[in-house]
């Protein structure tokens, strides 16, 4: 075992995880892809295709949006536009602040929305609704904007609207179908921000927190076309056979699918005419940010994907089966050799203890390649930085981490068996600790091998 | 829909498989691997690393063997040969004969073993142990040789045996503690054969059917090394607090512990001295063979690696989420396309359908890839032409085999959920369809893109 050069290893993994976040941090991804010159907007990253939006053409300029790193992205704007930002309102989970000028911030609670963060969407609703065809409206959207940006529709309360998406959780149903039912209780949701804001010329920023960057996704959508409707709504609680369903959600859905009320904005809505949705930071931006430090770290690099999902332990085993190809007869990259993959897993939980998917991950690689001769290190962090319950962003393992465990007594099986990889991994110093990061683009995994 | 360019791609993933089994067909294999050139007998293919034994200071040639494409295999042999061989004995499974010369066929049963398979190893280890220094013994081994090299160890019945290893089964031990409980309730596992051989010189053939060729797993490795010990099987029985083990097999592995029964021979055992252990074909040869034919049509190609285990449809969805980041921007590999990886998944069976993992996995692409634009075929097969318990070796499947199914009126998903992917896949006419190949390295998965 070369000691030295594992720790080496461990570190440059590091590094290369810390490169990735640069251009998905909030502030610099807006930065990245706005910049104002000669009061032109100029929409679009440096060297490739660009859109410019002629400023003095605009009476007022506005910020609005909500997520969890829409207080950076709205500095950033604010840097840009300077005085020509007249006001700015948008909704952050509590604590995730900084210091803004004209911009007003509510700090509400994320994941399960509560009142302020209801009275702060109301007020966004109402100040789109008075914008006309002279108002220029900046939205800054992020992970967790789902929550943050959240206004039941008329007739139905936040806790009734609550308790309908725990029902749906519990039954199984999918995230496609969830999302379908909420867009259609909310009134914000799925493109109903864009018809309060018509006839305003909007540009939507997104920093993206979903696999395949689905623009209705993020946050439901405030600015997109939805494609469910009220029938699929309707449809979704028959199919799921849910009882005790809040009556006014049910009067919601069937007086909708009777045409009675407006359904979300579908795609060629004229509500969509000026606007436009555009993602500023992704997770194939942080991979390739990955893949640029890792060559300059002298590795051979393979962006495998941007949209891994499944059962965690039986992506481990996928991509440890790459690994150990490498090892074998170098391919599908010869060594040195950097794999690099992004999205985000599922766990299903079966134990009690301690973790989060990028640890269980890395414990079931640990145990994939424990005891191989190789110069290996596997590291998987969530580029928010917080990974599960825990203090942890990740992990990084290598072939001794299994047996740096059993010398302090743990048996990895049992620990992954009991989904407590962090009381495992924080035996073995193996923890990714970044702290918070600001930024959410799901997770980022690389597989180093010498 | 490009249908005329879709039905070319089925055809040519078609191709693509059938092209990857034809280096590891039992024959061509063997005869790839060895030549016999002026009394000399060459081993290792052309090109690369080669070895040679000169038959001149051979009084005897001989072969043995077990498995089911060992008859193919000893066919090249006496080929090769002709009349040095002077006698040869065999065990395959009922119906895997071929017509041959000198060299005895015994049918026996698989998987389970059967009295047929007991004698046949009986009379080979009778043979091996007259063998001597001036004896060249050819073996010839491939998938299915544990069940069809069967000798239980002295005082255990087949029926003892048996008894144990569904018990393994159940208590949900690890094929590796199977394994090492087996090799020491054996007279012929875990090296033996190599033991009864010493002092000939032994030519070990192998056709490998286990995912990384350890060749202590393929056909429980009798003239390989064995790792495991009597203490190692005395503790696994231990580990799952088995009840009403057969009193034959506690008191073997007892004595075995206390040192009154030889252990099976480990690395460096005299007995290994005169064995050569040589795989003559295994899951990279195939995949590799698949490379070259999809390079001649026109495809960047990507071996992701021959290793591949894990819960098959979680394979799927990382493989397809490879697939789609091709589709989105030309990583890993740009288009056209093809991806190859090989191994051999596993399918928690949760509902009473019909189906093999290769069907498993074509069908859950099948839900993966519904409905993209791009012009995608994934195919999964098994080399023995045999998927499950079914007539097909695997499907061949598109964007358009979930809407093919809708329009015959079934559900993709609910076929899935029921483990039934044959009866959907038949009524899409998307199965894969060879008949038995006679050879057997595991899985070929392919997926195209143009």
């Known amino acids: 075992m070369d000691e030295y050069l594992l720790k080496q290893m461990h570190t440059e993994a590091k590094t290369i995880f810390r490169e990735s976040l640069r251009p998905v941090n909030p502030y610099g991804a807006v930065k990245n892809f706005v910049r104002v010159k000669n009061s032109q907007l100029i929409l679009g990253k440096d060297g490739e295709e660009q859109t410019t939006l002629d400023l003095k053409q605009f009476d007022r300029i506005s910020l609005v949006g909500g997520g969890k790193a829409t207080a950076p992205m709205a500095l950033a704007m604010e840097e840009l536009l300077g005085e020509r930002v007249r006001t700015g309102m948008i909704n952050v989970k509590y604590g995730f602040t900084e210091k803004l000028g004209v911009t007003r911030t509510v700090e509400a609670s ?14 966004i609703m109402n100040f789109l609704a008075k914008a006309n065809d002279k108002d220029l409206i900046i939205s800054l959207i992020s992970g967790g904007g789902s929550a943050l940006l959240c206004q039941p529709a008329q007739g139905i309360t936040l806790g009734e609207k609550q308790t309908l998406t725990g029902m749906l959780l519990d039954c199984g149903a999918s995230i496609d179908e969830i999302n379908a039912v909420r867009k259609h209780i909310s009134a914000a949701k799925g493109g109903q921000m864009a018809r309060a804001a018509f006839p305003a010329t909007v540009v939507n920023l997104m920093l993206s927190d979903v696999v395949g960057d689905k623009m209705d996704v993020i946050a439901s959508g405030p600015f997109v076309p939805d494609s469910s409707t009220f029938e699929d709504a309707l449809g979704i609680l028959k199919k799921y056979a849910l009882k005790d369903v809040p009556k006014s959600i049910v009067r919601r859905l069937e007086e909708g699918a009777a045409g009675k009320t407006p359904d979300t904005p579908k795609a060629g809505d004229p509500v969509f005419l000026y606007v436009s949705n555009i993602i500023v930071g992704s997770n194939i931006l942080a991979l390739e940010a990955a893949e640029k430090k890792a060559r300059e770290l002298g590795y051979d690099t393979l962006i495998l994907s ?3 999902e499944g059962e965690t332990r039986d992506v481990a085993r996928v991509h440890c089966a790459i690994l150990r190809e490498i090892c074998r007869s170098g391919r599908p990259t010869p060594k040195p050799a950097c794999i690099i993959s992004g999205g985000e897993t599922t766990v299903t939980i079966r134990g009690d203890g301690l973790g989060g998917r990028n640890q269980e991950f890395c414990l079931s690689s640990a145990v994939e390649i424990a005891g191989l001769p190789e110069k290996i290190v596997v590291l998987s962090g969530g580029t928010d930085g917080n990974d599960g319950p825990t203090d942890a ?55 180093l091998v010498r």
Chains 1, 2 share one sequence.
Do not use: C, Q, W
Not at 399 to 424: C, I, Q, W
């Open 110 to 123: 994320h994941p399960l929305p509560d009142e302020n963060g209801v009275k702060g969407t109301a007020a």
């Open 306 to 308: 941007s949209l891994i």
């Open 393 to 447: 962003a990740g992990a990084v393992v290598d072939p001794y981490t299994v047996e740096r465990g059993r010398k302090a007594g743990l048996s990895a099986v049992d620990f992954l068996d009991n989904n407590d990889a962090y009381h495992f991994l924080e035996k073995t110093e193996d923890l990714l600790m970044t702290g918070p990061t600001n930024t959410n683009v799901m997770d980022v995994r690389l597989l």
